[in-house]
């Protein structure tokens, strides 16, 4: 089979809404800072009627990683589910005009596209409420083997753990790609996601992942440790690859018995944390799929990350393969 794309991903397909929030404002309406909490309809409704102006773009973990690919001039493609509503029309169109290869078929006459309200305290921190909506719905039958066999490095978004059907997905997707020697990639995505199912994702770590991206709460959180270099070690036994993320501490790669500590890109100011572990995840597979060694591939992550912190929005507002291009990248 061909390699049509350098990263396929598997994903929840949302709509993100953007918004300055203070403090205060989070607790007034409950929510945990810096967390991702699933809301009801209703109730993301209610947050979307509550929160400051802002604005709307096409997200979800995945579908952010992959525009930053696209950006760095990557080939990609995006499996995931959208409602046949507005929102969706609007995603699919911001995903295909990109550049990115998306042809899952919409959900007609069941839940709306997902929606997920961020708001952004003064530090940059995101904090999210999201509503799933149709994403749940994607299940084995929206796997497209031709994507997944064609793709040197196959993606997987930890977020898609909620749902069961698309574990299942997962399962498929895994097999496929195995089956054609691809590379297995997975993002933990969230520490309370890694709580909800430590067991099935050690698991499956441990018999079909190759790479795996995570930051040091969610590495912790799936060792049961307050020791990060422990944690690091555990997950070293279990993967060819981990790209651990620290935040202004920079990263960590193992792989086998191999380290690397990489620095942050720094920025003239933090606006908005949405999307940097994405963007990472955008910049690392993009100089794995292309050859480069992993401490490079280290500092494309950190360069998009960067990138992305220092203005609103989950996704690059520059190429960033011109970004990485000046800094002999």
């Known amino acids: 089979m061909p390699e049509l794309y350098d990263v ?28 991702m909490m699933l809301v009801d309809e209703a ?3 209610a947050l979307y009627s509550a929160m400051a102006p802002g ?16 950006s760095f001039g990557g080939r990609a493609a995006f499996l995931g589910k959208v409602a046949d509503d507005q929102l969706g ?6 995903m295909r005009a ?29 904090t999210m409420s999201t509503f799933l909506g149709a994403s749940t719905e994607f299940a084995t039958d929206d796997i497209d083997p031709a994507v997944i066999e064609g793709a040197k490095i196959v993606y997987l978004e930890g977020y898609l753990f909620d749902a069961e059907a698309a574990r299942h997905a997962f399962a498929k997707a895994a097999g496929l790609a195995r089956a054609s020697g691809r590379m ?45 270099d422990a944690a690091v070690e555990q997950l070293r036994g279990k993967v060819k690859i981990a790209a651990v993320t620290r935040g202004v501490q920079g990263s960590v790669i193992t792989a086998g018995g191999e380290t690397f500590t990489v620095d942050v ?7 908005d944390t949405t999307g940097a572990g994405d963007q990472y995840a955008a910049g690392f597979m993009f100089g794995l799929a ?13 360069l998009a990350a960067a990138e992305v912190i220092s203005h609103y929005g989950p996704r690059p507002l520059v190429s960033l393969k011109d970004l990485a291009a000046s800094k002999g990248l």
């Open 8 to 35: 396929a991903a598997i994903g929840n397909a949302i709509v993100d809404v953007i918004a300055p929030a203070t403090d205060e404002f989070l607790r007034e309406q409950a929510m945990d800072k810096g967390a």
């Open 43 to 45: 109730r993301s409704a």
């Open 55 to 70: 604005l709307e773009a096409s997200g979800g973990s995945a579908g952010n990683t992959i525009a930053g690919i696209a």
């Open 89 to 94: 029309g609007v995603f699919t169109h911001d």
């Open 98 to 126: 990109i550049g990115a290869h998306f042809d899952t078929p919409p959900l007609v006459g069941g839940k709306a596209t997902a929606v997920s309200m961020i708001n952004v305290t003064p530090d940059g921190e995101r």
């Open 184 to 228: 297995i990639a997975i993002t933990l995505s969230d520490g309370f996601v890694v709580e909800r199912h430590r067991e099935a994702l050690l698991g499956f770590l441990e018999t079909q992942v190759d790479l795996v991206f995570a930051n040091d709460t969610e590495i912790t959180a799936l060792f049961q440790t307050d020791d990060f």
């Open 265 to 271: 890109f720094p920025v003239e100011k933090v606006v």
């Open 290 to 302: 292309t050859g480069r060694p992993l401490n490079v591939c280290g500092q494309l992550g950190s």
